[in-house]
């Protein structure tokens, strides 16, 4: 009887019908594939994973971050969303096997203005009893602009504790130059708006408010007066005097009236740090020299409450963690956490930006680059902000500094950044730019390298060996020397198919260096709106597979080892490629090839029996692999075909005889056991002709 070989060819192919993708692979799990000078590659089963975590995390884990301070300490910054129905978010840190909560915490006050002004001195004393006390380690933000003293207050503000019901902060102007109140007054006053019916000039009274006509007004507290509401940049009209302008609503007034905005109080957005202040100090507590040194009364400070978010933008500087959340709220600062410092919790960088949608540390030069940034608090989608070399708290360019901005030209808004190399990379919706640092005056050139390529979220690119690989809305992309290709896909219709479309946020691409695997994780329809399918892309031997497997978050080999990724089911952080099992449970490892036609003619073929050849270990290791063989027979390529099997198959098995006959027949090869690994070699089969059909 003649004999024959099961050669297969390498990668997995959806978009091909079982009969036509004969000698491939068309279904798959878990699986891998290895160079091989013979026939292109050879499948074997994925590498398994164990916890790096001993417990599981608060909640689901959105973003993943490795760094190593200067005292050797390797750490995993780990950035969750929302807990529950409490809407708090935690940020934290694993350090040796120690999980620390350094969550930004926050208050968001709404008090009358009751602010104090010395003639000549920027410093001011703003009393808030019901925040318990706010000490040196905390920032206000000012989110309605008060006017004192002849002063403008709006923005951020680092604060000086003074005691449990008042604090102190210094007027400063963009730049950080301190400003001198011009007569000592005391309480303040928040904007009033008065329209007119049937008009949509709305006049604005701020006391000394210091705009020019032309200038952008923001109103940060949405306001409704006259039947109009307020919200957003406005562009001031006209100066009626000092203390008086107006601007434009967007819609005609129903009638004459006057508000205040936010109902006459300031409000108040507190970042707390939770620095730890001594008992029985004066320095600090109260003015300066107010008691002597060592005595005073020691301020209690506010821990405030967590922040919510629903992602997080990570990266070290250094030894400094940084970190951006991204929760839809008015407030998205940069925060940074320095484990040597002793802070308990990440803090606000005050010079920062107050809202961002991301960011990224930039090189060759250390710069925070932001995007979906702000100058005046309300988010611009398309503005990238970055702060000067070295110093991330300045970001207002001056002529010498480094620090800048650039307003992306193209799209209705930038998706995601990343550092890539030699470059900085800018997705919008519908483009890609890229972030080339020149060096002054203009710092950084931007040039679209790609149209109609934009990208699907914002974590759906990453770079591997040079090159740089992205989802879009229905295609992959490469951006390499070469300039920006498409990637074809034979598992478009595994993906883009089956992709919820309503949680496309949740896409989360993945590197694995070790293998030249770069995966994106995808939410699939009907299934929770969760993380809970993958497919990959071998960027060496250019072939697909895909699979099952959820993970919310992920980084590549980094000083913590190999590739770590979240599961948002389990809440355990996962090491992968320490195992040959799911953390110590089996894995669902197979391929399905297409159907193999055995003969071409009308005739039946009988097959007897098969030979298996495989790896049934790692290289000097156990050979203790147990692996299930599937045959599926059928004469039509459309009937439901008639299984045999599965047979197991180890090391000892030199055939089996499945004995059947038909036209087409396809292989399900894959195990189930714990604690073995494989990889399909060269299996052959006795066959000969059986009939007429």
Not at 91 to 114: K, Q, W
Request: with cysteine; proline share 6%.
């Amino acid at each position: 009887m003649p004999h024959a070989s099961v050669k297969l060819r390498p990668g997995v192919d959806i978009t091909a019908t079982p009969a036509l993708n004969e000698a491939g692979i068309s279904a798959c799990n878990l699986v891998r594939f290895v160079f091989d000078p013979i026939v292109g590659a050879l499948s074997q089963k994925l590498g398994g994973w164990t916890k790096f975590y001993g417990s599981t995390t608060a909640s689901k884990a959105r973003s993943l971050w490795a760094w190593e301070d200067t005292n050797a300490n390797a750490r995993l910054a780990v950035g969750m969303e929302n807990i529950g129905v409490t809407g708090q978010a935690q940020l934290a840190v694993v350090t040796s096997g120690i999980l620390s909560d350094i969550t930004p915490r926050s208050i968001t006050d709404n008090v009358t203005p009751n602010f104090t002004t010395v003639s000549g001195s920027p410093t001011i004393t703003v009393v808030d009893a019901t925040t318990g006390g706010i000490t040196s380690f905390d920032t206000v933000y000012i989110e309605t602009h008060v006017s004192v003293g002849g002063l403008i207050l709006f923005g951020l503000y680092p604060t000086t504790g003074s005691g449990a019901t008042s604090y102190t902060i210094n007027a400063q102007d963009i730049f950080g130059n301190l400003l001198p109140a011009l007569s000592s007054t005391s309480p303040g006053v928040v904007a009033a708006f008065t329209t007119t019916n049937a008009i949509n000039l709305v006049s604005v009274a701020l006391t000394a408010h210091g705009f020019l006509a032309g200038d952008t007004y923001p109103i940060l507290v949405s306001t409704t007066v006259g039947g109009v509401t307020l919200f957003g940049n406005y562009v001031i009209q006209t100066i009626v005097d000092a203390n008086h302008f107006t601007i434009n609503s967007q819609a005609l007034a129903t009638s004459s009236t006057t508000a205040s905005i936010n109902s006459g109080n300031v409000r108040f957005v507190y970042s707390i740090g939770i620095g730890a202040i001594p008992a029985s100090t004066g320095y600090g507590v109260g003015g300066y020299g107010d008691g002597g040194y060592g005595t005073g009364t020691a301020v209690v400070p506010n821990t405030g409450t967590p922040i919510s978010a629903t992602d997080w933008s990570l990266d070290n500087w250094g030894q400094v963690l940084i970190s951006n959340p991204v929760n839809g709220t008015l407030l998205q600062p940069i925060y940074q956490w320095d484990a040597l410092s002793g802070q308990p919790i990440a803090t606000i960088i005050p010079a920062g930006p107050p809202l961002n949608d991301g960011m990224f540390v930039a090189m060759p030069q250390r710069q925070i680059v932001a995007w979906g940034s702000t100058f005046t608090g309300i988010q611009d989608p398309l503005l990238i902000r970055w702060c000067d070399v070295n110093d991330y708290n300045s970001w207002i360019a001056t002529p010498t500094n480094q620090a800048g901005s650039y307003r992306v030209p193209k799209g209705s808004k930038i998706v995601g950044c990343v550092q890539g190399p030699q470059q900085g990379l800018v997705w919008t919706d519908v483009n890609v730019y890229s972030m080339q640092y020149i060096g002054p005056p203009f710092v950084y050139s931007f040039n679209e390298v790609g149209a109609s390529c934009g990208m699907i979220s914002r974590k759906a690119a990453a770079t591997l060996n040079g090159s740089t690989y992205w989802m879009g809305a229905s295609q992959f992309f490469l951006l390499s020397g070469d300039g920006v290709s498409p990637i074809p896909c034979p598992l478009w219709d595994v993906i883009f198919q089956d992709l919820d479309t309503t949680r496309t946020d949740r896409i989360r691409v993945a590197v694995n260096a070790r293998f030249g695997e770069i995966s994106w994780f995808y939410p699939s329809k009907n299934d929770g709106g969760e993380v809970n399918s993958y497919v990959k892309y071998n960027v060496f031997l250019q072939q697909w597979d895909y699979g099952t497997m959820s993970r919310s978050a992920w980084i590549d080999q980094s000083v913590l080892g190999p590739p770590i990724g979240a599961d948002p089911e389990s809440l355990y952080l996962y090491q992968h490629e320490t195992s040959t099992d799911a953390d110590g449970q089996p894995m669902d490892s197979f391929i399905q090839t297409g159907y193999y036609a055995m003969s071409e003619a009308d005739v039946k073929t009988f097959v007897d029996q098969v030979w298996p050849d495989m790896k049934w270990g790692y290289y000097g290791g156990a050979q203790n692999a147990t692996v299930n063989l599937t045959f599926n027979v059928a004469d039509y390529a459309g009937q439901t075909p008639t299984t045999f099997g599965p047979y197991p198959l180890t090391q000892s098995t030199t055939f089996i005889s499945p004995r059947f006959r038909g036209r087409l027949v396809s292989l399900k090869i894959g195990s189930s056991d714990t604690g073995s690994f494989w990889r399909i070699g060269n299996i052959r089969y006795r066959l000969q002709q059986d009939g007429k059909f």
